[in-house]
């Protein structure tokens, strides 16, 4: 997922927070916040669909296996490097 344009508010909250403006700052975090909301509900809602209009087996055994509790925290070990 392309996640660029929720950089332009991190930035702003960070310029904000550094020149003291606090009006920046709370604007860029609302449009932080409205940006998280959309990307979510867009996930959601394409999810959905795809659950409702498919007309194969719902859980797959390779879906039902990187639900295990291993396979989470390997998935959280590569993904936290993976973000700094």
């Known amino acids: 997922m392309l996640v660029s344009p929720l950089m332009g508010p991190i930035l702003g909250i960070s310029f904000g927070y550094l020149i003291d403006d606090k009006r920046m ?4 975090i609302r449009n932080e916040i409205i940006g998280l909301l959309i990307t979510f509900a867009t996930g959601f809602l394409c999810g959905a669909f795809a659950l409702l ?7 797959t055994t390779q879906m039902s296996s990187r639900g295990s ?5 390997a998935g959280a070990v590569v993904a936290a490097p993976s973000g700094v």
């Open 53 to 59: 209009s498919s007309k194969s087996q719902k859980v």
């Open 25 to 28: 700052m709370w604007k860029c």
């Open 69 to 73: 509790a291993i396979a989470l925290i």
